[in-house]
């Protein structure tokens, strides 16, 4: 298994659904199953296309083909979960976990001599 690279889309569609599967009290290979799955699995896709699209500002094209879905089932997600936002407590915790996934893509782009050294002073 070749090291995360936050350079790549598909690494950041399975940190999307890592977090979001963690979240949500799932499996993240049940996220990023091939088939629909459970409804709740399928939420939690969408949720996870919606923060890669939204959060880390990729085109639809591109988040779709790394969670291997259709351009338009990508747009389909991202209007239900904007949707959805109209609830101020889901509101809340989808702004959480973009914070969450921009926060790790971010330090995962920092040099690793620079990891922990406000902790070595």
Not at 11 to 34: E, F, H
Not at 79 to 102: A, C, K, N, Y
Request: proline share 4%; net charge negative.
């Amino acid at each position: 298994m070749s090291p995360f690279d936050p350079r790549k889309d598909e690494d950041r569609a399975y940190l999307a659904s890592a977090l979001t599967a963690y979240a949500l009290g799932l499996k993240v290979d049940d996220v990023l199953a091939g088939s629909r799955g459970s409804p709740a699995n399928a939420r939690a896709r969408q949720i996870a296309m919606y923060l890669v699209r939204a959060g880390l500002g990729m085109s639809l094209s591109r988040v779709a083909r790394a969670f291997g879905r259709d351009r338009t089932t990508v747009s389909h997600a991202c209007h239900l979960i904007e949707d959805l936002r109209d609830d101020p407590d889901f509101d809340i915790w989808i702004e959480q976990l973009s914070v969450g996934l921009t926060s790790v893509a971010i330090l995962r782009q920092l040099p690793s001599d620079n990891m922990g050294a406000a902790c070595a002073e």
